[in-house]
């Protein structure tokens, strides 16, 4: 029998090293190495066809005006949030991992894009679950793609074997941590059997300009699991997620190699499966009969969609000691150094305080525009007195209380002025040059914190 030859990988980064460390001087983590049985080093071995040896035509430079490309057609898909976040439709040939936690989703979102690809053929293989599982799911959907093929398989030479009698026109992988390639021996799920896999994948997507969706797990602290790796390797990285227990779900790309890394896709979870939420900024918003202290609305850019956001803030004096500042959906730091704004410029004693904020329906949010929607909305608790309902916000907030201004303003008034708001309060610099009596809602530009103060309530 041959050595077995073994290598360390962190499984946080999937660094590797001969021998075991404590500490990965690539990400910094301690006791992330694991040992792994390894037989061929080099990734993309074991691929879906023995690579021709030799006789391959070296490359002449070229100058870019004789540079021919053709712009390939995408897959339009027909589900608009998948296709704008993707950044126009499924480009042929690209690997896309999309991530999130168990759970959430992942299956039903890619299930769903099979079925609807009609006149495509799918191959959708899994390894977490039965033909009859996938059946049971698919037929609770709307949508029937006749061309649509499930295998249940796991080792990589398998389904290259299926691959090549079915030619799919898309294949789907649920999941990259349940495949095993022959060419590693250390278990599913490793660094360096995702890496072998993923490899693989990535020879034949690239070959056959078949495009390939890989599902992956997220560990709970938000990374991809295992390894960093991965993310490195696909074209287009996609993360899931939303509340599992909430009925909205947010898809949005970290990675993409053809278009933007700013969209967002909004779905709702129904029994049939996931609905595509069209117009968000009515979900988003509460629909409620009062109007509530400590809420304030605030105008917000999701790559080339605005949005507008609910921000919600409760400020009470502290009872237990230190004060507590907390912060769910926005950037702490932010937080805290808006409430040292609001101390100095707005005579606000927010010392003793207890300061908690939350971004409404679950959303991850790190436009500086929503800066004034916070303030406001901390301003209302503290007052306790309500941000006048008809009212909404976009500006960015100066360490000197001054009122900044933020790019494609027009875009962000027009979505409140469609929503029904009757003022927006924005920074003058922001609306020089642009004509106010075009809108039907009153554009309100002020220039420091202290001129917000009289009009929000
Ligand atoms: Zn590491």
Redesign the pocket.
């Known amino acids: 029998m041959a050595k077995l030859k073994t290598t360390f990988f ?1 499984q ?2 999937g ?1 590797q090293s001969p021998k075991w460390l404590g500490k ?1 001087p ?2 910094g ?1 301690w006791n ?1 190495y694991v040992e792994e049985v390894i037989q061929k080093e080099e990734s993309g071995k074991g691929s879906w066809k023995t690579p021709t040896t030799g006789t391959k035509k070296a490359s002449v430079p070229k100058k870019i005006q004789e540079v021919n490309y053709e712009e390939q057609a995408r897959y339009v898909t027909g589900d608009d949030e998948l296709d704008r976040v993707l950044g126009g439709g499924i480009v042929p040939g690209s690997l896309v991992l999309i991530g999130g936690e168990p759970g959430i989703g992942k299956s039903t979102l890619m299930l769903q894009i099979a079925l609807i690809l009609e006149g495509k053929k799918i191959l959708y293989v899994s390894g977490e679950e039965s033909e009859a599982q996938i059946k049971m799911r698919a037929d609770r959907m709307s949508a029937k793609n006749p061309d649509c093929y499930v295998l249940s398989e796991t080792n990589t030479q398998q389904i290259f074997q299926q691959i090549e009698a079915l030619k799919p026109d898309l294949l789907v992988i649920d999941s990259i941590q349940t495949l095993t390639s022959q060419y590693v021996e250390s278990a599913a799920g490793s660094v360096s059997q995702v890496r072998e896999c993923t490899a693989e994948l990535m020879k034949f997507a690239k070959e056959t300009g078949t495009p390939v969706f890989l599902i992956g797990h997220i560990t709970k602290d938000g990374s991809i699991a295992g390894p960093k790796v991965l993310e490195h390797m696909v074209d287009t990285v996609l993360q899931f997620e939303g509340d599992r227990h909430m009925s909205y779900r947010i898809l949005r790309t970290s990675k993409n190699r053809f278009g933007s890394t700013h969209e967002l896709g909004i779905y709702e979870m129904r029994v049939e499966g996931l609905r595509p939420v069209a117009n968000p900024s009515e979900i988003l918003l509460t629909q409620r009969e009062e109007v509530l202290n400590g809420v304030a609305i605030g105008a917000m850019m999701e790559g080339n969609r605005p949005l507008l956001i609910e921000i919600q803030s409760l400020v009470s004096p502290a009872t237990y000691g230190t004060p507590q500042r907390s912060s769910t959906g926005h950037d702490a730091k932010r937080l805290n150094m808006l409430l040292a704004v609001l101390e100095k410029r707005g005579g606000m004693r927010l010392g003793q305080q207890d300061v908690f904020l939350n971004v409404a329906g679950g959303l991850r949010v790190d436009d500086p525009a929503l800066d004034l929607a916070v303030c406001a909305s901390l301003i209302s608790s503290y007052e306790d007195t309500p941000v006048s309902e008809q009212i909404c916000f976009a500006a960015e907030v100066g360490l000197g209380g001054e009122i900044r201004a933020v790019h494609r303003i027009e875009n962000r008034i027009a979505e409140a002025e469609k929503l029904g708001f009757k003022k927006i309060i924005v920074s003058k610099y922001a609306v020089k040059g642009l004509d106010l009596a075009k809108y039907k809602i009153e554009v309100m530009a002020v220039s420091k914190l202290e001129e917000v103060y009289q009009k929000i309530f």
């Open positions: 962190c946080n980064c660094a990965c690539a990400c983590e992330t």
